[in-house]
């Protein structure tokens, strides 16, 4: 069974691209245990080369590294614009109360993300698609019944307020606009009701140009069976298949808790889309498999450092600096629901030995308060053996997680004048 395509965590409004060959999928992240999508918070990216094999990168933006934004991190898009990527999310606007459409930049697809601001001349910029053609990128964007669309600024940093095209007339959307290019036509896909009436229904419809004029398709996924009252996605061309990403209510029974869906999408010789059925056997044959992987260099620094000298890292660098009791770093994870994981951690060191500890909770202690407590030891006053320098991934431990979202704390445990020891990431596998 590939859908739920994973099912460790609530994924919704699935966004996706492909960059360098690898597809990646932008969701944003429902709390585990909600009954209301104002409670959420957060994204993940989750990627895949052959969506059979997923990675789960993290979180790559949390409302707290938002200085405008209060609440709602609703759906979300990303792209590639002159050499790095972007995000495009929303959420409330401390000052006004309305959704405000904000961008944030990373040197790498997966994120995480550095938040620069909100994208000035939209109103109510709920959903954002972030969409580029023929080097000019544009925003889609809209909810309560409306989706306008507009070329951005070079920066992204605004909307230009001569372009801005409100569709609602022509396609009677109620949100969570998405754009793709399909034979040098323009695919607007959205949710919309069918009059006035829920769960939202997956449309499409078809311009010439991404500014429109637009002609509406009408729905390519109707009402299921197990749907979660809103639906929400995106297309995408991966190794020549193309594939609809929208989310279900199939894991939880619950409208807030969405799962990521995927199946094959196919279009007619006129460019019609053939309406797609939500299958158990989703895109691909047998099952799907989950692995998290946490990058050091992207996590809370414990007095350490991140270095770059080398590309054998597999994220934004790798931490050292590990030369006193406490000096480490920390990185998130999330879960939705119930499971054990293996914990691997992959360093390196010339020294034979090396003392460290790896701690579990689900206590934040971003506030350099270093007297928190944990609830589960991974390692604790451990020698971690040699690596002759070289990167080595070595297995520490089992976690067993109940829904919610946890630190993985790495430290040395002995005080030290010097130490090359060295950590790229942490990746959690799930214990069968
Ligand atoms: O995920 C929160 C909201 O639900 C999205 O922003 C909407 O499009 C709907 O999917």
Wanted: glycine content about 8%; some cysteine; aromatic content about 14%.
């Amino acid at each position: 069974m590939a859908n739920p395509a994973i099912d460790h965590i609530f994924a919704a409004d699935p966004s996706a691209h492909v960059f360098e060959d690898r597809l990646y999928v932008y969701v944003s992240y429902d709390q585990p245990d909600t009954n209301t999508h104002d409670s959420m918070v957060s994204y993940h990216c989750l990627s895949t080369e052959d969506l059979v094999n997923w990675v789960d990168h993290g979180e790559i933006l949390h409302l707290d590294a938002v200085d405008w934004a209060i609440s709602h991190m609703w759906a979300i898009d990303a792209n590639y614009w002159q050499g790095k990527y972007y995000l495009t999310f929303c959420a409330i606007d401390r000052d006004t109360s309305f959704f405000q459409t904000g961008i944030a930049v990373s040197e790498r697809p997966e994120g995480p993300f550095r938040n620069l601001g909100k994208v000035q001349n939209v109103e109510w910029g709920q959903d954002p698609g972030f969409f580029v053609d023929n080097e000019t990128p544009y925003l889609v964007w809209g909810g309560r019944g409306e989706i306008l669309i507009a070329e951005l600024a070079e920066d992204l940093m605004s909307v230009k307020p001569e372009t801005i095209k409100n569709l609602s007339a022509d396609l009677d959307g109620y949100e969570g606009p998405f754009l793709h290019k399909y034979q040098d036509r323009f695919y607007l896909t959205f949710p919309a009701l069918d009059n006035e009436k829920w769960p939202q229904r997956m449309c499409y419809a078809v311009a010439d140009h991404p500014l429109g004029p637009y002609k509406n398709m009408g729905v390519y996924i109707d009402v299921y069976e197990g749907n979660s009252g809103t639906i929400h996605g995106s297309c995408v061309e991966f190794k020549g298949q193309w594939y609809a990403l929208y989310h279900s209510a199939w894991v939880s029974g619950r409208p807030t808790s969405r799962s990521l869906m995927i199946d094959k999408l196919e279009y007619r010789d006129d460019g019609s889309i053939v309406p797609i059925v939500p299958s158990k056997s989703g895109a691909v044959a047998g099952k799907t498999s989950i692995e998290i992987h946490l990058d050091a260099a992207s996590g809370f620094l414990w007095e350490t450092k991140t270095r770059v000298d080398s590309s054998d890292f597999s994220g934004h660098g790798y931490v050292c600096g590990f030369v006193a009791q406490e000096r480490g770093f920390s990185v998130k994870a999330d879960f939705g629901v119930v499971g054990t994981w293996k914990v691997y951690l992959r360093y390196r060191s010339s020294a034979d030995t090396f003392h460290g500890r790896m701690l579990f909770g689900n206590h934040l202690f971003y506030d350099g308060n270093q007297n928190q407590s944990y609830d589960q030891y991974i390692k604790r006053g451990t020698v971690f053996p040699g690596t002759a320098g070289q990167w080595e991934e070595v297995l520490i431990g089992e976690i067993t997680v109940a829904p919610g979202q946890y630190q993985i704390r790495f430290s040395a445990s002995l005080n030290l004048e010097q130490s090359d020891f060295a950590v790229d990431r942490v990746r959690l596998v799930p214990a069968k």
